[in-house]
């Protein structure tokens, strides 16, 4: 009280209540909602921003380690400062539309190409807590369901640049992008079912949740109430192990792993990456659907790809890898400081996956696009359906 | 606050579906389309069903207009563009959806329920599991029917595109 009533000194009556309404209304629980979401989403989009110039700047490094180059490593110390160089140089290229494109949705397209991926990460809880603050932005009971949803939105911003462009490379990129993305949003979706029928709820916060308690999903037979007492005590330990490993625990593993697998195969397709980067296949289409666009609407494509792809080791994290969390590490509800822990894991899992992500791209050769569709339709749709049969029979028939 | 959202939502869904009916490209009516669908899925969000606006999204706009605008694109349909509106047609489009909303109006002045307050059906947070169990246990028949429908249609329109391609 003796603070306010100092600065109240400096302000006219007027001012002071205008002031102390403001305060009041920010402190009232929609303003704080409000504010702490505008907050979480400028940190978000700062770190994700951040995340996709280096992710860059990896990929370039990366793929010289692995081709025995040395990749950019001028601009700066180890090249750190060339995202920046190419951020410019986009900026300050002609911003050039071709005579023949239809103007609109050209310009458009770009735009489209981006806002999805960002949607995306919306639901992801990236954190814990923060000062009691829950580290997700939205909270939706269907989060599970609103990232396919939205990926399946992205197809537009794609399909529209090829069409748009007037030109045929373009054209048939965008026709084998939106072929793809179909195609693979099918086992996309299916091969995440096993999960919901094993937690029982599409949130993407329970899922997180659960995995804390029962292990992570790619290895679902963590210890029960594991904590730093029971590493001190091997007995103690030893029935923790037995607790979370029941025959059911054991088996389950089998159909989530396959759905570890037909999703981490699938999201490769998903966001057009090689080996299933058809819809740009440079040696074919030169550039594929944004073959026509140049400066900003070019960086604003290569932004959305790579958005994408950080969107899609987020999900893969927070479905498969535990979210936020690792073992022994306590929650946000411990202090500010484990709050922040758990974001640098989070982001810490999301570089793991990302880098395997490059790793691939420059170790696996480009399918041909018959083998793509096959694969699809052939053998992930049939092996996704038949996972959900396993994991209902497993769910249902053998005891916990 | 969710009023204010449900109306602008509920009137640039009705914008974008006279864009669907006015504009002269297929592509544009295709996008308006879309856009009208995803407002749709904001309305229901508005309305606190969740599920049902993913699943707007996710089927309606996510899969079903993709293959619409894939379709639109490979058969570049231009005659659309060049025919010219009569106004005979048009007087008559008028007379009919006015005379419809007229009689929809009168039809749910008149009954006892329009006045009353719509209870509130669910908690949002589980709208799934409730969707779930209506349609698996209280409805169960008449959702494998539906099902059984929609194979046997999938099998026709296989049958009758073979047999164009013979």
Known sequence: ?????????????????????????????????????????????????????????????????????????????????????????????????????????????????????????????????????????????????????????????????GWSSNSKYPFLGGI??????????????????????????????????????????????????????????????????????????????????ISFILFFISMFAETNRLPFDLPEAEQELIGGYHTEYSSMGFALFFLGEYTAMIAGAGVITTLFLGGWSLPLVPDGSHGWFWGLVNIAVFFAKVIVILFVFIWVRWTIPRFRYDQLMKLGWYFFFELAVANIFLAALILTYVKR | MQLTLFWIFSSLMIAFGLGVVTLRSPISCAMCLVSSFICLAAVFVTLDAFFIAIVQVLVAAGAVMVLFLFIIMLLNLQAEECRRVKLGVMLGGTVVV????????????????????????????????????????????????????????????????????R
């Open chain 1, 176 to 257: 084998r992008s939106s072929s793809q993305m179909i195609s693979y949003e099918l086992s996309l979706a299916l091969s995440l079912i096993p999960i919901f029928m094993l937690v029982g709820s599409l949130n993407l916060n329970q899922i997180v949740q659960y995995q804390i308690v029962h292990g992570w999903m790619i290895a679902p037979f963590w210890p029960q109430g594991m904590s730093l007492d029971t590493l001190l005590h091997p007995l103690a330990l030893l029935e923790a192990f037995r607790a979370g490993c029941s025959l059911q625990r054991v088996l389950i593993w089998i159909p989530l792993f």
């Open chain 1, 1 to 161: 009280m003796d603070v306010s009533n100092f600065i109240s000194q400096f302000f006219s009556p007027a001012a002071w209540s205008l002031i102390k309404s403001l305060g009041e209304c920010f402190m009232s629980p929609t303003g704080f909602l409000i504010w702490t979401t505008l907050l979480k989403s400028a940190l978000l989009l700062v770190i994700i921003l951040g995340l996709v110039s280096y992710t860059v700047y990896a990929e370039r490094r990366v793929s010289a380690l692995i081709q025995d180059r040395l990749g950019p490593n001028r601009v700066g110390w180890q090249g750190l400062l060339q995202p920046v160089a190419d951020a410019a140089k986009l900026l300050l290229k002609e911003n050039f539309t071709p005579k023949s494109a239809n103007y609109f949705y050209f310009r458009l397209a770009s735009k489209l190409a981006m806002v999805p991926p960002v949607l995306v990460l919306g639901v992801l809880p990236f954190g814990s807590s923060l000062f009691g603050v829950p580290m997700t932005i939205a909270s939706v009971n269907v989060g599970a369901l609103y990232v396919l949803a939205i990926s399946s939105i992205s197809v537009y911003g794609i399909v529209l640049a």
């Open chain 2, 98 to 165: 006015l005379s419809f909303v007229v009689l929809l109006s009168q039809a749910l002045e008149s009954s006892p329920q329009f006045s009353k307050p719509i209870p509130v059906l669910m908690a949002p947070s589980q709208d799934v599991s409730m969707i779930g169990m209506t349609l698996f246990h209280s409805f169960n028949l008449p959702f494998q029917i539906v099902g059984v429908l929609l194979l046997v249609a999938t099998v026709g329109v296989v049958l009758l595109s073979r047999r164009t391609l």
